[in-house]
């Protein structure tokens, strides 16, 4: 099978290279036909036949109803792992064993301490506030709490969890924190 897609407008003919995603989907990568089609653009409503992004992370074909995480169905995890089992899968790329799974819990324990001007935050929202809205919320204050949390250099691949402890254990801890507040 060809690796490109050939677009033809007005008898100007386009590649574009054709990307095979975790599931043996095809995509078209468009990220640069506006600009070797002379400004054309492309239109999707409701963006049903567009990718936003790849991911090594989730898989998503609404049509169908399948979510995946790391090729984990969203039930299977909903009915077998616990959050912090599914916070170290997104975040390493595999479930982690008991013993990992306990070393993990303890680092995230070890960053649940979150400062009491939080609490004046949660305070602060509506008692009819959205919980995910909250959540969103306390979850970007978190850096002026703890501006170390975040890097320019945001990117994190997979690996030992040293590479990243500090940020990434903050997050989940202080977001389990939060939830309890909600």
């Known amino acids: 099978m060809a690796n490109t897609a050939t677009i033809e407008v007005n008898g100007k003919k386009i590649e574009l290279p054709v990307i095979k995603g975790t599931e043996n989907e095809l995509a078209i990568d468009i990220s640069n036909f506006r600009n070797a089609s002379g400004g054309i653009i492309t239109i999707a ?74 609490r004046k935050i949660v305070d602060a929202f509506p008692k009819s506030a959205h919980p995910m809205g909250v959540i969103a919320s306390l979850t970007s204050a978190l850096t002026a709490f703890n501006p170390s949390s975040v890097t320019v250099n945001s990117y994190f691949p997979t690996g030992t969890f040293e590479k990243v402890k500090t940020p990434s254990s903050f997050v989940v801890a202080s977001n389990t924190f939060f939830v309890s507040l909600c």
């Open 45 to 118: 409503p409701g963006f049903k036949n567009t990718g936003s992004c790849e991911s090594a992370i989730t898989f998503l074909d609404g049509e169908k109803g399948i979510l995946r995480y790391r090729g984990y169905s969203i039930e299977e995890l909903a009915e077998k792992a616990d959050f912090l089992e599914v916070a170290y899968l997104l975040i390493f790329g595999e479930l982690p064993s008991k013993e990992t799974l306990d070393k993990f819990h303890s680092d995230i324990k070890s960053y649940s301490i979150v400062d009491e001007d939080i």
